[in-house]
């Protein structure tokens, strides 16, 4: 009898915890100042970056629509020098020193540096003189974000140098409040900025984290452990496909209990719309002019994210498919994928026409067919074919193994004759897609071994030859990655024919038979 009672204390229990751990949620506190510096040049002899300064805006902003900071407390410094980062920062603490109560000061850079400076438009400033003026900054909360390195890769480095980025470690002085320091990759890696994603690596990702992205716990708003975790995952995912890889590293000394909240995607009032994605799958968002506007993955299905007003396409990546997406976000509005109409596209469909990640896709097929007469009495033999085949934009190459075997008499005695076939070819053609066919159009070569067995007392004989012919084809999708192809055309065949006589060869001749091919059956793309 007393169980009820004990379950509802237990649960009431559970709930003031719950409750408690929400309230410890360190959220930027109202003084918050964000000092963005991005500079696309460093010094002289350094390749110039394109997205540095972007970087900075995206951050700034994103701190200003969903993480509460004023616009007057954000400042963008874009392509300073190093006495103008000073300044910022000595301005930010004047302004510091006549607030009371929490506060906060936010500094991120984006641009070129070294094991010790920034590189800052031909100045140059010491990283060590930068973390001692934030960790003696007023602020009680202080983060320090810095995406900068340089070496080689595919993607435009950051600096051209080969010296390792920041080794950050954050010093516990004893009367630091907290400080928490994100860097976009070890010590010896290269930090990397992309074409495609018009920005860098990490701070593509770290800002699409904070639009929500990053909210691995469903509560609506994203702490600086989720934005960094998701940050470090995606830069480690998009900087795999370069030659370097990036690891984002994470260095906190925070005093208190919960966690620091840097932005709220999810808080009513807001001038963006939302966004719910589909699956926990690669998400591209883009706008009306075809320009990537976010690479998202998020690590639970349906999270959402918070975008400005404007038209957009967005594709989901799915396992077999590309799903896509149009839609008009407005001010406030709350989109859900799963209740839009969408469009799919296959990976190979893609691949043929220069999109998506991959650079070809390779399928396996079996199909049965005949194939027209090239040793008289044989008649039209059918065969059966087993095909390895690789999508790319421009051709699929395909390499099968043919076989087949017929029983015919001889024309003198009507003796059993069995006639087997062997063939080993390539093949290469172009794929047309349409709407509900894609139609091919190549050629093919192929080597076969012939051998002829006879029931009486002739002797067996085996000869060599070489097929050269057209290919044409028709595919149409039946389920996923598998689809039901047909495929015909003129072959001819280069082959040496022994006369016979008395039942002995009399001679041997060169020949070439023209005849035709068809097979049917199903291609699997994996």
Same mark, same amino acid.
Not at 15 to 37: H, K, N, R, Y
Not at 73 to 93: F, H, P, Y
Not at 383 to 412: C, N, Q
């Given at each position: ?89 000595? *301005? ?117 984290g904070l639009r929500g992205a990053a909210d691995a716990d469903e509560d609506g708003v994203v702490s ?79 999270? *959402? ?222």
């Amino acid at each position: 009898m007393q169980r009820p009672p004990v379950r509802v204390g237990l649960a009431s229990g559970l709930a003031l915890l719950l409750l408690l751990w929400a309230a410890t949620a360190m959220a930027l506190p109202e003084q918050t100042w964000v000092l963005a510096i991005g500079n696309n040049f460093g010094d002289p002899d350094e390749i110039g970056l394109r997205y540095a300064e972007r970087d900075a805006r995206e951050f700034a902003d994103v701190l200003h629509q969903l993480g509460g900071v004023p616009a007057g407390r954000i400042r963008v410094l874009a392509d300073g020098s190093a006495e103008a980062v000073v300044e910022a920062l000595d *301005e930010i603490e004047r302004r510091l020193a006549e607030t009371a109560g929490p506060s906060a000061l936010v500094v991120f850079y984006s641009g070129h540096a070294d094991a010790h400076t920034l590189h800052l438009g031909g100045t140059r400033l010491a990283f060590a003189d930068l973390r001692g003026r934030i960790e003696a900054s007023r602020a009680t909360l202080r983060l320090l974000i810095v995406d900068a390195c340089g070496s080689g890769g595919v993607s435009r480095v950051k600096g051209v140098t080969r010296a390792p980025t920041f080794a950050v470690e954050v010093e516990d002085g004893g009367a630091s409040e907290g400080m928490a320091v994100i860097t976009s990759s070890t010590a010896n890696e290269s930090s990397q900025e992309s074409d495609r994603l018009q920005a860098s690596f990490f701070s593509h990702h770290l800002v699409n984290g904070l639009r929500g992205a990053a909210d691995a716990d469903e509560d609506g708003v994203v702490s600086l452990d989720e934005a960094y975790a998701y940050s470090y995952a995606e830069t480690l995912r998009s900087s795999g496909r370069t030659m370097t890889l990036q690891h984002p590293t994470y260095n906190v000394d925070l005093k208190g209990k919960g966690q620091v909240v840097l932005t709220r995607p999810a808080r009513p009032g807001s001038r963006l719309g939302r966004v719910e994605l589909g699956q926990a799958v690669v998400h591209l968002v883009s706008g009306p002019d075809g320009a990537l506007v976010a690479e998202l993955h998020p690590g639970r299905p349906r999270a *959402e994210v918070a975008l400005p007003a404007r038209r957009y396409r967005v594709q989901e990546r799915l396992p077999r498919v590309y799903r896509q997406y149009a839609f008009e976000l407005r001010p406030g509005q709350r989109l859900a994928l799963a209740d839009l109409d969408a469009s799919e596209l296959r990976y190979d469909r893609l691949v043929r026409k220069g999109g998506g990640v991959d650079r070809a896709i390779h399928g396996l097929s079996l199909l049965g067919g005949a194939r027209g007469e090239i040793v008289p009495g044989d008649g039209a033999t059918g065969h059966l074919v087993l095909g390895y085949g690789l999508d790319t934009r421009w051709l699929t190459a395909g390499v099968r193994l043919r076989g087949t075997r017929a029983v015919s008499r001889t024309p003198i005695g009507g003796a059993e004759r069995i006639h087997s076939e062997l063939g080993l070819g390539l093949t290469a053609e172009h794929i047309v897609d349409t709407a509900w066919l894609s139609l091919s159009f190549g050629v093919a070569l192929e080597g076969m071994l012939h051998s002829q067995t006879f029931a009486d007392d002739e002797p067996d004989r085996r000869a060599g030859a070489l097929g050269v012919g057209a290919l044409f084809a028709l595919e149409r999708v039946l389920w996923r990655g598998i689809s039901l192809r047909l495929e015909a055309g003129p072959t001819t065949t280069l082959l040496r024919r022994a006369a016979v006589a008395g039942g002995a060869i009399t001679s041997v001749a060169d020949e070439a038979v023209l005849t035709w091919w068809s097979s049917g059956g199903l291609k699997w793309r994996l």
